[in-house]
């Protein structure tokens, strides 16, 4: 029982309002940037065809399993003060952490998006085309035809950004109300031996993640398609 | 072309807003420290007073000793906080750190399992110790990650004359990680490991661990404030730094590091007038 009133203590405290805020805003701007880039991409591979068009296709299923440490690290190296980029003054900040995030989420949108776009132009490409549409404007009817499972291509990003540890910890520093994140605190309490406390934040932060997609879910359900 | 330009603007204007946003700026400067002294609570008890007499933001990250150092390094940290003499002594040579200075210690301790398959428990010889632990095979965990800790813990080896990598893959666990890995990994196995007396008090996951050896004059454990070399460091933020450096070393961040007390316990002993 003590242990669940170390939680309860927890959820009174202000920092983990703040965590929770920091962690859902971080990987929602990062799951928004990779969405923003994702879905025109996959639905632009899915409509023109041009030389190095299947290496990137290729490449973005390939980066599904890009390790999140590996990005955070090379991130490090790039934004560091000794590094190409450190004049940006971006690490240790939550920025380097959306950047980390959406180099994550990027290839699961597009990879995802171009596999509904792709179905969809086979079968009504020819018709979209005869009604006189340009592929331009065919991507965002792809994508818009395509809705829902751009929605799974968008949540699958999000889920990868909201339970990934390895990169933000390295060029966020997980530091206390500034860069700490529900995953890097469940590190951190981990690692201070306050197991009850690291599994109810584990537990909250999959709730969040589970209400994000199933509000989702709701809302696009909602509008036909 | 019409929107581009305005883009453009835009992105000129922004700019510029921010830079004269940043005119006067409200300092927040990047401590580089051990992680002893932010998982143990002290660094969130005694900064806010800090913040509150100067203004200025301190931001922690909590690494290993070598891992703080070398951040410091690559000119990402604007100071550092740590604990290992030797490494500190490489920093300053290699012309990196100016201005060391003590401003707390306690104690490492060795903690093991209840049993005590080593028959070391009560004892107040570190490297006897050792030796009696290498001598039983007992299970013993490393950090192995240049930590100021696993840095005392491998010249203890070397006292002893014992090769610990002779254990490497039986009683030997270099498990490559922070304090708080290495007591989870100690209470889980159980097995023995060196640890910092701070950390030690406020990790919570202790099950059949207990301390083992204490008191020993090989184990004290010495904080040092180092800034940085403004000629190797001219974007690093030295002057709130200095600041820092100044109040952890003089009355009112010693009375504040004297204050803190964790389970009723003085955790860290203000040194800077009486360097350990």
Redesign the interface.
Known sequence: MSDFATLSDAFASRELWQIIALSLSVSLSATALAALMGLPLGAALAIWRFPGRAPIVFAANALFGLPPVVVGLALYLLL????PF?FFDL??TPEAMVLAQTALALPIVTALAHRAAAERWSEYGDALMDLGASRPRAVPTLIAMARIHMLTAVLAGFGRTVSEVGAIIIVG????A?TRTMTTAIV?E??????PLALGLGMVLIGLSVTISAVAFAVAGRSSW | MCRLWCCLVAVVAFCANAQAADAPPPPTI?LAST?SVD?SGLL?AILPEFTKTTGITV????LGTGQALDTAR???ADIVLVHDPEAERKFIDEGYGVNQRQIAWNDFIVVGPGADPAHIAGSHDAVAAFTAIATAKASFVSRGDRSGTNALELRLWKRTGVDPKSGAGSWYKDIGG????A??AA?GMPAYTLSDRGTWL?????GPLKIVVEGDAALINRYDVIELNPQKHA?AKLAPAHWLAEWLSTKPGQDAIGAFRLGGEELFHPSAANPK
């Not at chain 1, 520093?173 to 206390?176: D, E, H, K, P």
């Not at chain 2, 406020?202 to 202790?206: D, G, Q």
Request: aromatic share 6%; no cysteine.
């Open positions: 560091s003060h000794s590094g450190g690490l240790f520093g997980n530091i206390a500034y951190l981990t690692s201070k031996g306050d197991l | 990047v992680t998982n969130a931001r922690v990250l909590a690559r000119g990402d922070g304090m708080g890995a007591l989870n209470a406020s990790f919570k996951n202790k974007g």
